[in-house]
C-alpha cells in the first residue's frame, strides 16, 4: 500500500476514534504511573471489570510514591480479587525500583521501561507511546486483526514472516504526532469494530480499503494453521540373540530415522500385542516366544510419538537364521551402528553393550 492509503486510513482511524471512543479513567491523563498501573490490570483482567479496580487502586495509591511507601502486604490486600497476584507484587518492586534507582521519575523510552519488573513489551510501548509520546505502536490481538485483514494477509497468525510484516506495516500506519491516541484508537477500533468473528465491515470506515473485506475474506482472517495432529505409534522390537550376537535391521522408505538401525520390528495398532505371526514376518522366524518385555518406552518426534516395547528372546533350537535383511551384529559392536535415541535410551537401561546415539 503506498503512503498516501497509509495516510486515509490512519486518518480514517482517527475520525473514527473521535467519534467512538471509549470513556476510561485512564484516558483522561498522559501520567505514566497511571498508565502504567491502568496496563497491568488490563494484561489479565476485561476493560469492564478492570475499570473498578483500577479507581479502587489509584484511590489507595494515587502516586508512585504513595505505592513504594506502602508496604507489599497492604498492595496485596488492596490487589484483592483482582487475581494473578504476581502483577501486584511486581507494581510495588518496580514502584520501589523507580524510586531508589531512577529518582521516582519513570523512564521514558521502551528499552528501559521493559527493563522493570512485570513490564513486558507491549506494556512498555503503551506507556511510552501514551506517556512520552514515544513513537512505537502498541500491538496485541486487536491490532493484529486489524492489519492483517486490511492487508488480506493469509499466513499462519503464529508466523514469524506474519509477525515482523505486522511490525513493519503498524510503524508505517503510527501517527507519529501523537502515537498514544493512535494505539488507543487501533485498541478500541479492533475492540468495537474489527472485532473477532464478524465484524461490523459494513458501517466500517476502512471498508473500501479492507482487502479481507473486498475479497470476502474477513471471517478467515487472521488465520490459524490448524497444528497436525499428533500421531501414535506402537513399536514392538525383538531383541533376537544368539550366541553373543544380535540382530539388527536397517530403516528404509519414506519413513522416520531413515538408514539407522533397530531391532526387528512389529508395528500393531494400539491395544494390540504381537504374536508369533508378527515375529516370523519381522524375522522369517517361527516360533519365536519371547523371554522379557521391558516397559513402554514414550519417544516424541515433532509430529509423533512413538510408544515402544522391547521383547527379549532367542532363536527356538532348530531354527534356521533370520533372512538377509536383517544383520547380524556382536552385540559389544552394537555401538558401531547408527540408532535412534529411543534404541539407544533401551540399551542403556538394559546395560547391554556399548553403544552411541545417533538421532
Ligand atoms: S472492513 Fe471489516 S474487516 Fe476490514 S477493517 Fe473494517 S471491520 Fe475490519
Same mark, same amino acid.
Given at each position: 500500500?503506498?503512503?498516501?492509503?497509509?495516510?486515509?486510513?490512519?486518518?480514517?482511524?482517527?475520525?473514527?476514534?473521535?467519534?467512538?471512543?471509549?470513556?476510561?479513567?485512564?484516558?483522561?491523563?498522559?501520567?505514566?504511573?497511571?498508565?502504567?498501573?491502568?496496563?497491568?490490570?488490563?494484561?489479565?483482567?476485561?476493560?469492564?471489570? @478492570?475499570?473498578?479496580?483500577?479507581?479502587?487502586?489509584?484511590?489507595?495509591?494515587?502516586?508512585?510514591?504513595?505505592?513504594?511507601?506502602?508496604?507489599?502486604?497492604?498492595?496485596?490486600?488492596?490487589?484483592? /480479587?483482582?487475581?494473578?497476584? =504476581?502483577?501486584?507484587?511486581?507494581?510495588?518492586?518496580?514502584?520501589?525500583?523507580?524510586?531508589?534507582?531512577?529518582?521516582?521519575?519513570?523512564?521514558?523510552?521502551?528499552?528501559?521501561?521493559?527493563?522493570?519488573?512485570?513490564?513486558?513489551?507491549?506494556?512498555?510501548?503503551?506507556?511510552?507511546?501514551?506517556?512520552?509520546?514515544?513513537?512505537?505502536?502498541?500491538?496485541?490481538?486487536?491490532?493484529?486483526?486489524?492489519?492483517?485483514?486490511?492487508?488480506?494477509?493469509?499466513?499462519?497468525?503464529?508466523?514469524?514472516?506474519?509477525?515482523?510484516?505486522?511490525?513493519?506495516?503498524?510503524?508505517?500506519?503510527?501517527?507519529?504526532?501523537?502515537?498514544?491516541?493512535?494505539?488507543?484508537?487501533?485498541?478500541?477500533?479492533?475492540?468495537?469494530?474489527?472485532?473477532?468473528?464478524?465484524?461490523?465491515?459494513?458501517?466500517?470506515?476502512?471498508?473500501?480499503?479492507?482487502?479481507?473485506?473486498?475479497?470476502?475474506?474477513?471471517?478467515?482472517?487472521?488465520?490459524?494453521?490448524?497444528?497436525?495432529?499428533?500421531?501414535?505409534?506402537?513399536?514392538?522390537?525383538?531383541?533376537?540373540?544368539?550366541?553373543?550376537?544380535?540382530?539388527?535391521?536397517?530403516?528404509?522408505?519414506?519413513?522416520?530415522?531413515?538408514?539407522?538401525?533397530?531391532?526387528?520390528?512389529?508395528?500393531?495398532?494400539? /491395544?494390540?500385542?504381537?504374536?508369533?505371526?508378527?515375529?516370523?514376518?519381522? =524375522?522369517?522366524?517361527?516360533?519365536?516366544?519371547?523371554?522379557?518385555?521391558?516397559?513402554?518406552?514414550?519417544?516424541?518426534?515433532?509430529?509423533?510419538?512413538?510408544?515402544?516395547?522391547?521383547?527379549?528372546? =532367542?532363536?527356538?533350537?532348530?531354527?534356521?537364521?533370520? @533372512?538377509?535383511?536383517?544383520?547380524?551384529?556382536?552385540?559389544?559392536?552394537?555401538?558401531?551402528?547408527?540408532?535412534?535415541?529411543?534404541?539407544?535410551?533401551?540399551?542403556?537401561?538394559?546395560?547391554?553393550?556399548?553403544?552411541?546415539?545417533? /538421532?
Amino acid at each position: 500500500m503506498k503512503g498516501s492509503v497509509s495516510e486515509t486510513i490512519r486518518s480514517k482511524i482517527k475520525a473514527w476514534y473521535r467519534k467512538n471512543r471509549r470513556d476510561l479513567p485512564w484516558r483522561k491523563t498522559s501520567d505514566p504511573y497511571h498508565i502504567w498501573v491502568s496496563e497491568i490490570i488490563l494484561q489479565q483482567t476485561r476493560v469492564s471489570q @478492570g475499570i473498578s479496580h483500577y479507581l479502587k487502586f489509584v484511590s489507595r495509591f494515587p502516586d508512585l510514591k504513595t505505592l513504594a511507601a506502602a508496604t507489599e502486604e497492604d498492595v496485596l490486600k488492596t490487589w484483592q /480479587g483482582m487475581g494473578y497476584y =504476581t502483577r501486584a507484587r511486581n507494581l510495588y518492586k518496580t514502584a520501589v525500583l523507580i524510586t531508589n534507582s531512577y529518582n521516582g521519575i519513570f523512564p521514558g523510552t521502551p528499552e528501559e521501561l521493559v527493563k522493570l519488573p512485570g513490564i513486558g513489551s507491549y506494556t512498555a510501548a503503551a506507556i511510552a507511546s501514551i506517556a512520552y509520546r514515544y513513537p512505537v505502536p502498541t500491538i496485541d490481538a486487536n491490532v493484529i486483526r486489524i492489519i492483517a485483514r486490511l492487508y488480506g494477509m493469509q499466513q499462519d497468525i503464529h508466523s514469524v514472516g506474519l509477525k515482523k510484516k505486522i511490525e513493519t506495516l503498524t510503524m508505517e500506519l503510527l501517527d507519529q504526532e501523537n502515537p498514544g491516541e493512535f494505539n488507543q484508537a487501533m485498541m478500541d477500533f479492533g475492540s468495537l469494530q474489527c472485532t473477532p468473528g464478524v465484524p461490523g465491515c459494513s458501517s466500517c470506515p476502512l471498508n473500501q480499503y479492507c482487502k479481507a473485506h473486498l475479497t470476502g475474506m474477513e471471517d478467515k482472517i487472521p488465520m490459524r494453521k490448524e497444528k497436525k495432529k499428533l500421531q501414535h505409534r506402537y513399536f514392538h522390537y525383538l531383541v533376537l540373540t544368539d550366541h553373543g550376537h544380535v540382530w539388527l535391521h536397517k530403516r528404509t522408505g519414506n519413513d522416520i530415522w531413515h538408514s539407522l538401525y533397530e531391532f526387528p520390528l512389529a508395528e500393531m495398532p494400539a /491395544g494390540k500385542q504381537p504374536d508369533a505371526e508378527s515375529w516370523y514376518k519381522a =524375522t522369517g522366524i517361527s516360533d519365536i516366544q519371547p523371554e522379557k518385555i521391558s516397559k513402554t518406552y514414550r519417544h516424541t518426534l515433532s509430529h509423533q510419538m512413538i510408544h515402544a516395547t522391547f521383547y527379549q528372546a =532367542t532363536i527356538p533350537p532348530g531354527n534356521k537364521q533370520p @533372512g538377509d535383511e536383517l544383520v547380524r551384529v556382536p552385540v559389544q559392536s552394537i555401538g558401531t551402528y547408527p540408532l535412534p535415541v529411543l534404541i539407544a535410551r533401551y540399551l542403556a537401561d538394559s546395560g547391554t553393550a556399548d553403544y552411541r546415539q545417533k /538421532g
